[in-house]
C-alpha cells in the first residue's frame, strides 16, 4: 500500500456534503486480469486531465491499494482489512475489476464492498459517442442514468441450496405454517425490499434529476407481478416523492388530472414502467427517458442492456455511492485472457473516473476526460474491441489509446 505524495490530505464528509482539498489522498484498487493494464492507462488520462486543467494548482494524491488475487496471494485475504480501512478513511476510490472467488468464501467481491460499506445507489450513466461501433440506427437518442439499488432484492445472497438441511427446513416452514405450495427438494432464496432501501434510492435518482437538469425520473419494477417486493418499491417512491418533493415532483397521472397534459415549467415528471416494458421503451423510444431508478436485478440486467445500444460494457462507467463513501468503477469483468497484453480498451475505467471528477467537482478536468475520449474515438486509432467493428479503424494498445486521449487534450 503506497501513496504518491506524502502531502496529500483527506477527503472530509460534513453534514451532507464531501470537502476536497486541492490534493486529496484518493483509493486505487487496480483489480485483477485485465485490471493493472486499463488502471495505469486511466491514472495517465486523469493526471493529464487534473494537471491540464488546474495548471498545477489541484492533483490527486493516489493511495494504491491491495485487493483481489494479488492481495489473496500476499495475505491470505481477497479484501484485506487494512484495504477496508483505508476507504474508509479516504472517503472516495476507483477501482478495476475484481474476481469472484470460487469454492466458497466472499460471492462477490464487488457485492462485498458495497455492503460493507452501505453503498445503496450504483450509478450508470449510458450516453453515445460519436463513432463507436453500435447495432442501433440512432443509438444518440439513448442517454439515460440508472440508478440501480445496491444492498437488497436477490443480491442480499439470501439463498440455501437444494436439499440442504436449511432449505428443508425453511420449505417445511412456508408450506405447513403459511400453505405454500412449494416442491420438496426445492433451493430457496428470499428477496428482500424495505420502505428505506427504496426510498433512499429513488430520493438520491431524484436529487441527481434536480441538480442536472433531468426532466424525467422513471420507477422500473415488476410489480404486476411481485407487488408486495416491486410494487412496493413503486408505491413507496411515490409516497416519499409527495412527502419530499412536491414542489418539484409532479407524477403523469398529476399531469393528466390537474394540468391537462401540460407540462409545468421547471417540474420533474415521476413515471413508473413495468421492466419487460421498459426494454421495449429503451429500444423504441429512448428520448422519453432520463433517470431511471430500480431494484437491483432489474438495474443490472438494464444497465448492461443499455450498454450494448451504445457499444458495450468497454465504455460503460459507474460507481457505487451511499452516503458519505463512494467507489467508482469498471463495468466490466477481468478478462483474464488477456491480463498483461496491454490489449483492451480502458474506456469503461476512464469514464468512471469522469464520473468521479464530476463527483468531486472538479468538472472542469472531468469534462476534458470525456472530450478527448470522443476525439481520440472520432481519430479511429483505437483498441481492438472497436476497431475490429470500425471501418477504417485501426488497433492500438490500451497504453497507446490512454496517450492518445491525452495528446486529444
Not at 390537474?258 to 429500444?283: V, Y
Not at 450494448?308 to 455511492?321: F, R
Amino acid at each position: 500500500m503506497t501513496t504518491d505524495k506524502l502531502q496529500g490530505e483527506y477527503i472530509t464528509f460534513k453534514d451532507g456534503e464531501y470537502q476536497i482539498p486541492d490534493n486529496p489522498i484518493v483509493g486505487a484498487l487496480a483489480g485483477d486480469g485485465i485490471g493493472p493494464d486499463i488502471w495505469n492507462a486511466t491514472r495517465m488520462v486523469l493526471d493529464a486531465a487534473v494537471e491540464k486543467a488546474y495548471a498545477g494548482k489541484r492533483t490527486i494524491c493516489w493511495q494504491l491499494l491491495a485487493a483481489g488475487e494479488a492481495a489473496f496471494a500476499d495475505t491470505g485475504s481477497y479484501l484485506p482489512e487494512e484495504t477496508l480501512a483505508a476507504i474508509k478513511k479516504q472517503l472516495i476510490a476507483i477501482k478495476g475489476p475484481l474476481s469472484t472467488p470460487t469454492g466458497g468464501g466472499i460471492r462477490s467481491l464487488n457485492v462485498a464492498l458495497r455492503h460493507h460499506f452501505d453503498l445503496y445507489a450504483c450509478i450508470r450513466p449510458v450516453r453515445y459517442y460519436e463513432g463507436v461501433p453500435n447495432p442501433m440506427k440512432r443509438p444518440g437518442d439513448l442517454d439515460v442514468v440508472i440508478f440501480r439499488e445496491n444492498t437488497e432484492d436477490v443480491y442480499a445472497g439470501l439463498e440455501w441450496s437444494a436439499g440442504s438441511v436449511e432449505a428443508e427446513e425453511l420449505g417445511d416452514y412456508l408450506r405447513e405454517k403459511l400453505k405454500v405450495k412449494l416442491r420438496s427438494g426445492s433451493a430457496l432464496g428470499i428477496k428482500p425490499m424495505s420502505p428505506e432501501g427504496s426510498k433512499r434510492l429513488i430520493r438520491k435518482a431524484i436529487q441527481y434529476a434536480i441538480d442536472n437538469n433531468r426532466r424525467v425520473v422513471t420507477m422500473v419494477h415488476k410489480g404486476n407481478i411481485m407487488k408486495f417486493t416491486e410494487g412496493a418499491f413503486c408505491q413507496w417512491g411515490y409516497d416519499m416523492a409527495r412527502a419530499e418533493f412536491s414542489d418539484q415532483v409532479i407524477t403523469e397521472e398529476e399531469l393528466v388530472t390537474r394540468h391537462q397534459g401540460d407540462w409545468p415549467p421547471g417540474k420533474i415528471l415521476l413515471n413508473d414502467r413495468i421492466a419487460d416494458a421498459m426494454f421495449q421503451q429503451l429500444l423504441l423510444r429512448p428520448s422519453e427517458y432520463d433517470v431511471l431508478a430500480t431494484p437491483n436485478l432489474n438495474g443490472d440486467y438494464l444497465s448492461d442492456a443499455c450498454a450494448a445500444q451504445v457499444g458495450g460494457l468497454g465504455i460503460a462507467p459507474g460507481a457505487n455511492v451511499g452516503d458519505g463513501i463512494a467507489i467508482f468503477e469498471a463495468t466490466h469483468g477481468t478478462a483474464p485472457k488477456y491480463a498483461g497484453l496491454d490489449k483492451v480498451n480502458p474506456g469503461s475505467l476512464i469514464l468512471s473516473g469522469k464520473m468521479m471528477l464530476d463527483f468531486m467537482g472538479w468538472k472542469e478536468a472531468g469534462e476534458l476526460v470525456e472530450k478527448a475520449l470522443q476525439k481520440a474515438i472520432l481519430g479511429r486509432q483505437v483498441t481492438y474491441d472497436l476497431a475490429r467493428q470500425m471501418d477504417g479503424g485501426e488497433e492500438v494498445s490500451c497504453s497507446t489509446f490512454a496517450s492518445l486521449i491525452v495528446k486529444s487534450m
